[in-house]
């Protein structure tokens, strides 16, 4: 039963930690629009596998626009028979749905037009086709504009020229080494955490007491999350955690706002949980007041007044970026909350040995590939399931999924009119490589090694990442980061451990523990019951020899 559970929480961890990372996967252009007296330029996305667009305006076609929102053929999902108007050297603009961004590209091209853009009432994604072979057939420019900008396209007149063009970029961005050292951060200071938890339940299990006066733990909580992580529950999970991912890929559009609403109440919590650790450590006055004594149920054991009040802070920071989420600065809430929640997860899921951690982090590896590299094999219009679940792309809600650090592009330049694109890292490259280095800094403390392993690790974890970065520079494309960073750490883990002749203890998650200075080393399995009753032998021992010694000096 209790590994029953132990599973449904690590299924329900899987909704937020889908492994992802690299820039929003959409190609960002700009529509300049003109009539006799003004000229103004808009964000459209492009798809450049039907046409690419050249770099500057003035390399771009001069089109004319043609406008059949409104019309009774505003979708263009077929050819119309009775249209009268010409489409030569001009670009279409149309509603978006009811059919798909092929079919309406191809009857703009039957009918001689230059270019399809696309009316959206939603969020701008990139627009897709029904499978490569369109790309063939489909020669014209495919662009998608939203609706609030096509207004002012409108505003503008009848007789309106257009041109598409998409200005060069910096194949790099200094928001690429933001999200490093937040992840960096976030994963070093997680495992400090749940290291340092692990050890004191550690201690406290061999009945050895505590070593030092901060509490890195909630007696009750984290005593009860001790449990044995087997292989048969990593592996029910990970099969889980892809039909969990299939399900939310068919129906995005029911289950995005019950999972932003969970974020917001979750993340919200283990904001709470972090400062109140800061606070216990730093400022220990403030845990003294607790509630008077009272009969309500959540309350009967009188928490702390500043961990209630802080509770209420945090829960106000949550609702805040749930109302604003949609907001130019919401990145900056969801990165606050999004820190907090890999933190506190990090602490609270605790593999047992480098074994069960490897098995895991194999397993995520090939389901990393897996969604990312072959799933664009089965789909109709050739996308990845993760890349599209984690852009939102294809839903009617315009929600995307709160899932990952954002940092906006510095160098956006001509790009001034788009809504600025994001590079993105997904809570899950944070978390599952996070659980091995809190797993290696944990064994650091029970044997005492000086923090080696931690240290390694966390050097490994960031190795990785930054070659995920380069990749992502080198390919311009999005990257499964498990892909380089379950290789550094495991490896890195591997060979120190072999290095150090302590492979075995960390692999079954079972150090020596070292008495004292003149004892052998001890195993830590036995119960505390044998361990005295060993300390009773050797100390009898012990005893019997110095009596034998005496007696000799007597003779």
């Known amino acids: 039963m209790k590994s029953v559970i132990v599973s449904l929480k690590l299924v329900l961890l899987n909704v937020f930690l889908h492994p992802a990372v690299g820039d929003a996967d959409v190609n960002y252009g700009i529509i300049s629009v003109k009539n006799a007296k003004d000229k ?26 043609v406008n059949l929102v409104g019309n009774e053929i505003e979708e263009l999902c077929e050819l119309p028979t009775t249209l009268r108007q010409s489409f030569n050297a001009s670009a279409v603009a149309v509603k978006r749905g009811n059919c798909t961004f092929s079919e309406k590209a191809a009857n703009v091209q039957a009918l ?16 897709a086709a029904n499978s490569s072979t369109d790309f063939n057939s489909t020669r014209i420019i495919v662009a998608m504009i939203v609706a609030s900008d096509f207004d002012h396209v409108k505003a503008l007149g009848e007789n309106v020229s257009v041109r598409f063009y998409a200005p060069n970029t910096a194949n790099y961005d200094v928001n690429l080494l933001f ?11 997680g495992s400090y955490w749940s290291g340092n938890v692990r050890y004191q339940l550690w201690l406290r299990k061999l009945g ?4 030092t006066s901060v509490r890195w733990h ?11 992580y087997s292989p048969k529950v990593i592996v029910f999970v990970v099969i889980i955690m892809c039909a969990m991912l299939l399900g939310l890929y068919f129906l995005y559009d029911y289950l995005i706002y019950v999972i932003i609403v969970l974020f917001a109440l979750a993340s919200s919590c283990a904001l709470a949980d972090v400062l109140w650790l800061i606070i216990k450590t730093f400022v220990p006055a403030l845990t003294v007041c607790r509630i008077p004594q009272n009969r309500i149920y959540y309350f009967r054991t009188r928490p702390e007044v500043c961990k209630l009040v802080l509770l209420g802070l945090c829960l106000s920071i949550g609702i805040w970026w749930l109302i604003e989420r949609h907001e130019s600065y919401a990145w900056v809430l969801q990165d606050i909350l999004g820190v907090a929640f890999c933190l506190k997860m990090l602490k609270k899921v605790r593999l047992p040995s480098l074994k069960i951690c490897s098995i895991f982090l194999i397993l995520l590896f090939v389901y990393d590939i897996f969604f990312v590299f072959i799933t664009p094999l089965f789909t109709k219009d050739g996308s990845s399931v993760m890349v599209d679940i984690a852009t939102g792309r294809g839903s009617s809600s315009g929600e995307k999924l709160p899932i990952v650090l954002m940092f906006p592009k510095m160098n956006i330049n001509e790009y001034a009119s788009c809504f600025l694109p994001f590079s993105l890292l997904g809570f899950g490259d944070i978390f599952v490589p ?16 000086g923090g080696i392993y931690f240290f390694v690790t966390s050097l490994a974890y960031g190795l990785g990442l930054a070659m995920t970065f380069v990749a992502l520079v080198l390919m311009k494309k999005g990257q499964p980061a498990l892909l380089y960073l379950v290789p550094c750490t495991l490896l890195t883990t591997f060979i120190l451990a072999l290095m150090r002749k302590e492979f075995e203890q960390l692999w079954s998650g079972k150090p020596k523990l070292l008495l004292n200075s003149s004892h052998a080393s001890e195993d830590v399995s036995l119960s505390p019951s044998e361990r005295n009753a060993v300390k009773s032998d050797e100390a009898a021992a012990e005893s019997s020899a110095g009596e ?8």
């Open 208 to 211: 050895l007491g505590p070593t």
């Open 179 to 189: 999200i490093w050292l937040t992840a960096l951060f976030t994963v070093t200071l």
């Open 434 to 449: 996070g659980l091995l280095v809190s797993f290696c800094y944990g064994f650091d403390l029970q044997i005492n090694s």
């Open 40 to 65: 103004s330029t808009y964000c459209i996305t492009y798809n450049p596998h039907f046409q690419e667009l050249p770099k500057n305006e003035d390399s771009a076609e001069s089109l004319n626009l």
């Open 548 to 555: 034998e010694d005496l007696m000799l000096v007597a003779q």
């Open 112 to 127: 001689g037009g230059s270019a399809v853009l696309i009316v959206s009432p939603y969020d701008l994604h990139g627009p």
């Open 218 to 228: 909630d007696d009750e909580e984290d005593a009860k999350g001790e449990v044995p």
